[in-house]
């Protein structure tokens, strides 16, 4: 016999399979009616880009500009890159069709596959999905709060209250350059201690240097300056203000002042949320403000706030907290025909064109078996009625409801079928 090799999906991707699809469904539709709630609209950008939109807004040092992107030469010998993020998109968006001259700030939101070369392993994937909020147009402390709330409520709506919320802000470009100065002489004083990635990133990135895992840079690191402590007095009002805002709202949060991110377009506040049980690599969501992307790009100076959340992660805690989201499908109305003999194959396939043609959720066996082997496929289906067709049915013109969930059963004339469920279908109220 041929020995075919058996093509796998790729590493660090993921089959969604049917009897997942109701937590991505559930998840999916949180996050577009929180989005909303909070006044922000629909958005979908191209899964490619131009690469240089990556490079110049995420950053030529960052892990996902240097070692992560998907990037290839299409046909035309253009360089595109498929999206690693969802930032710079939109943003390329807000300039191209120019959304400064709409209402400021212009609220956007999208859910969409992004793809990094990343290890994997658990919770991190070469492909995963993101539902990503953006405020752009306002520079103003209460929309950092909002889109830190939208984000908290997103997660608290589904279930997941134990949750963390961690905050820093990072400074701008007043501030920030001497604290890096600084920052630099702190570290060039164990520049024989520190780990291999750490010597890169002080000549690099050395914002980075405070996001280092690895046990020999932990006591450097704790002694290391703050950028909390160096803020400018706008910065260092802002970040009052936000939190301020989150304790109004009763959202609590802790200051991680190693809290970097992994982009370089942040500017001032800078958050992400975690699971409180399990370790760091694990934000279920994250973001922060980017008052110089959109300048970046070509556009006017323009400032600009949101974040990004994984879904599979979401999804993966909803799993592991056994959070039991109800699978509502099971509570609408979907049919089951199962028929013995050829005559009531031959009434069950009319019933089921008719009852599709109202718009009525239902399914037949494509051939003859057993009613046990049907009723086994009803229940598998997760249905909510079976109908049963046999001889003495058909003789009386009559047809066996089965209420799978009861076991109830009763009888009603086979025309007053569609009659009987387009009711069922659409209860008055
Ligand atoms: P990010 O922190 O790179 O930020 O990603 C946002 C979220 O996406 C993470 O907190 C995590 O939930 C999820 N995520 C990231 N990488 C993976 C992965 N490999 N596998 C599974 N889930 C992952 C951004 O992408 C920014 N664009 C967020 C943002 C929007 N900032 C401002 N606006």
Redesign the pocket.
């Known amino acids: 016999m041929t020995n075919y090799n058996r093509i796998q999906n790729p590493r ?1 991707t993921l089959d969604v399979l049917p009897e997942d699809q109701y937590y991505w469904d559930l998840v999916r539709s949180s996050a577009e009616k929180i989005a909303q709630q909070f006044g922000h609209q629909r958005i979908d950008t191209p899964v490619f880009e131009a690469t240089n939109l990556f490079s110049r807004t995420v950053g030529e040092g960052t892990d ?1 500009v240097e070692k992560e992107m998907y990037t290839f030469n299409d046909r035309g010998d253009e360089s595109l890159t498929l999206r ?5 998109p939109v943003s390329r968006a807000y300039i191209q069709h120019g959304m400064h001259s709409m209402p400021q700030p212009v609220r956007l939101y999208y859910v969409t596959p ?1 793809f ?1 070369y ?1 290890r994997p392993q658990s ?4 492909q ?1 999905w ?1 539902f ?3 405020a752009i147009g306002d520079a103003s402390a209460l929309i950092d709060a909002e889109v830190i709330h939208l984000l908290w409520s997103f997660l608290v709506s589904l279930g997941l209250t134990d949750i963390k919320l961690f905050i820093n802000s990072i400074g701008d470009s007043q501030c920030r350059p001497t604290y890096l100065d600084e920052l630099k002489s702190y570290y060039s004083k164990y520049q024989e201690e520190i780990c291999g990635d750490c010597k890169i990133r002080l000549q690099k990135n050395p914002l980075r240097l405070l996001d280092c895992k690895q046990p020999r840079c932990q006591s450097i690191k704790t002694d290391a300056p703050n950028m909390i402590d160096h803020l400018c007095e706008e910065c260092d009002e802002h970040f009052g203000s936000v939190r301020q805002l989150l304790e109004m709202w009763s959202i609590p949060y802790e200051i991680d002042t190693n809290l970097v ?3 370089d ?2 500017t001032k506040t800078v958050f ?2 975690h699971p409180q049980h399990t370790g760091s690599q694990t ?8 008052d110089g992307l959109i300048e970046q790009i070509g556009g006017a100076n323009t400032p ?11 999804i993966m805690n909803l799993k592991q907290q056994n959070i039991d989201l109800k699978n509502n499908s099971s509570d609408k109305l979907s049919l089951y025909i199962a028929h013995i003999g050829d005559t009531s194959q031959e009434v069950s396939l009319r019933l089921l064109g008719s009852l599709r043609n109202l718009g009525i959720k239902v399914n037949t066996s494509s051939k003859s078996r057993s009613l046990k082997a049907q009723l086994r496929s009803a229940n598998t289906m997760g249905v909510t009625h079976s109908l049963i067709l046999g001889p003495d049915e058909i003789q009386n013109k009559q047809i066996k409801i089965l209420e799978m969930g009861s076991g109830e059963e009763s009888k009603i004339q086979i025309d007053q079928v569609e009659t009987y469920f387009s009711a069922k279908e659409s209860p008055k109220t």
């Open positions: 660090g996902i690693p993020e969802g930032t710079a992004i990094r990343e919770g991190r994937f070469r995963h993101q990503g909020v953006e991110r992994g982009l377009y942040y992400e949320i934000a279920l969501g994250a973001g922060g403000r980017y600009g706030v949101g974040f990004g959340s994984g879904i599979e992660r979401i």
